[in-house]
């Protein structure tokens, strides 16, 4: 299974559309998905609130930055380590 973290914040518009493709595309059981409200957290404000949503593996660090389509979640996601 891959853990992945969505960086995200309260109303976000951009965020819903990028939820609404992880939706799409994930299978059940495929991938457990946290959104992260980067508000909360000064380091994360820093390195992503020009940035999101930005999905990132929890794993290897490996980020897919916004905007991206089905097609190219699919292919991040088979390119990361699957355990």
Known sequence: MLYLDL????G???CEDAIAVLQQVL?????????VDIVYEPKLMEL????????????TGQELGWPFEAQQLRQ???A???C
């Open 7 to 10: 960086m995200t914040t309260e």
């Open 27 to 35: 299978v059940a059981g495929q991938a457990e998905v946290d959104l």
């Open 48 to 59: 992503y609130a020009e940035r999101i949503p930005v999905l990132v593996d929890r794993g």
């Open 76 to 78: 991040f996601i088979d």
């Open 12 to 14: 976000c518009h951009l």
């Open 80 to 82: 990361l380590p699957h």
